[in-house]
Each structure stands twice: as structure tokens, then as C-alpha cells.
Antibody, heavy 120, light 106 residues
Framework: QLQLVESGGGVVQPGRSLRLSCAAS????????MHWVRQAPGKGLEWVAL????????YYADSVKGRFTISRDNSKNTLFLEMSSLRAEDTAVYYC?????????????WGQGTTVTVSS | EIVLTQSPATLSLSPGERATLSCRAS??????LAWYQQKPGQAPRLLIY???NRATGIPARFSGSGSGTDFTLTISSLDPEDFGVYYC????????FGQGTRLENK
């Protein structure tokens, strides 16, 4: 069964860094682009970043550009999100997701999310 | 950035009724429009992709229509499990989501 499992969330002080991971199983990870999407408490969904299937291209929302880095290790079927200079407004549930069946049309495989809280 | 505006913000209906949710884009997204359902504590679930195609496993009571800037998600006869928050999302220019429509049980 296709599965994405995020980890690495927690409570972190403003200005500090945190790295999230997303492990894929029963999923042809190395063949697909991957995304991070976040959701602040009580708010809607916000796309964060995209990485191409081979890791050669990365794209970011303006709100995180220059502070977050998306990467992947296809040998370990794992996606990462390195977050630095964290702000209170980065507090959210972070989901990894893939356009598995419908490339460029819809995110049909999602993890369960990992919670990041930025607070002093 | 393409802005998606969903209406209404909240829709109060009863099981068995028909639900109509709207999503308007600030510029044309052709058919690069998807709909998601989200329930509390869960990840979003893809319902519709390419404006009008049901994703795998989605019941036939869900349908999508529209192109360009105006889109509609219709639930023909509400089931009790259909209540939650619905988001539209465009994939024409990176990804943006609408602010959501809360479908609540009247």
C-alpha cells in the first residue's frame, strides 16, 4: 500500500532550524516529483515546495524562499525539508505529497503530517 | 500568483441534499484545477482532478465542472460522511489553494 510517513516535527525557538523527513514505502519514489504542503492551525492549505523526481530542480513559495531547502535521497526513498530562520508564522502541520496517478493535476498521495511549532 | 476564491465560506445542508461549491481563479487555469476534501485531523483527499475527472475510489455523487476561471464541485446527494472542508487547487502556475468551503450538517 502506498504510504508516506513524515517525521521530525517539534517545538523550536524562533530563528532556529529544523529538518523534516518523509519516508515513502510501496511507492516508486524515485520516479515522481514530491511536494511539501503546510497548514497553519485553523487555516487553509499552503503549498511550500516542490522537487523534481531526480532532485535536480527545486521550487519554493515566496514565503519560504531563501529559508527552506527541499531535497531527496532516492536511494533511501526519503524526502527532506530543511527549515532555517524559523518564524512564528511557520507554525503548521507539514505534509509531504505526490501527484502519483495524475502528474501536474492533483496531489493524490499524502502523508499524515508532522507538526512544527515555532515558539519561545 | 493565481488567487483562488471559494464560495460560500460555509454551506449548511442536510444529508440527501445537493451541494454546489464554487471556485473562481484570478486568471485562467484552463483545466488545471483539483478539488480536495479534508476532515478534522486528516490529510486532504483528492476528489477531482483536471476540473472534471473523479480520482480513483471517489463516489459518483461527486462531480466537477468548469474551465478557465470558473469551477464548480457538485455533490448530488449528501452522505453524512461528506461533511468537512473542501479546497480547490490550481496547478497552472505552480500551486495555490483556495481558502476553503466548510460544508456543515444543518
Amino acid at each position: 500500500q502506498l504510504q508516506l510517513v513524515e517525521s521530525g516535527g517539534g517545538v523550536v525557538q524562533p530563528g532556529r532550524s529544523l529538518r523534516l523527513s518523509c519516508a515513502a514505502s510501496a511507492f516508486p519514489f524515485s520516479s515522481f516529483a514530491m511536494h511539501w504542503v503546510r497548514q497553519a492551525p485553523g487555516k487553509g492549505l499552503e503549498w511550500v515546495a516542490l522537487i523534481s523526481f531526480d532532485g535536480s530542480n527545486q521550487y519554493y513559495a515566496d514565503s519560504v524562499k531563501g529559508r527552506f531547502t527541499i531535497s531527496r535521497d532516492n536511494s533511501k526513498n526519503t524526502l527532506f525539508l530543511e527549515m532555517s530562520s524559523l518564524r512564528a508564522e511557520d507554525t503548521a502541520v507539514y505534509y509531504c505529497a505526490s501527484e502519483f496517478r495524475y502528474p501536474n493535476y492533483g496531489l493524490d498521495v499524502w502523508g499524515q503530517g508532522t507538526t512544527v511549532t515555532v515558539s519561545s | 500568483e493565481i488567487v483562488l476564491t471559494q464560495s460560500p465560506a460555509t454551506l449548511s445542508l442536510s444529508p440527501g441534499e445537493r451541494a454546489t461549491l464554487s471556485c473562481r481563479a484570478s486568471q485562467s487555469v484552463t483545466n488545471y484545477l483539483a478539488w480536495y476534501q479534508q476532515k478534522p485531523g486528516q490529510a486532504p483527499r483528492l476528489l477531482i482532478y483536471a476540473a472534471s475527472n473523479r480520482a480513483t475510489g471517489i463516489p459518483a455523487r461527486f462531480s466537477g465542472s468548469g474551465s478557465g476561471t470558473d469551477f464548480t464541485l457538485t455533490i448530488s446527494s449528501l452522505d453524512p460522511e461528506d461533511f468537512g472542508v473542501y479546497y480547490c487547487q490550481q496547478r497552472s502556475d505552480w500551486i495555490t489553494f483556495g481558502q476553503g468551503t466548510r460544508l456543515e450538517n444543518k
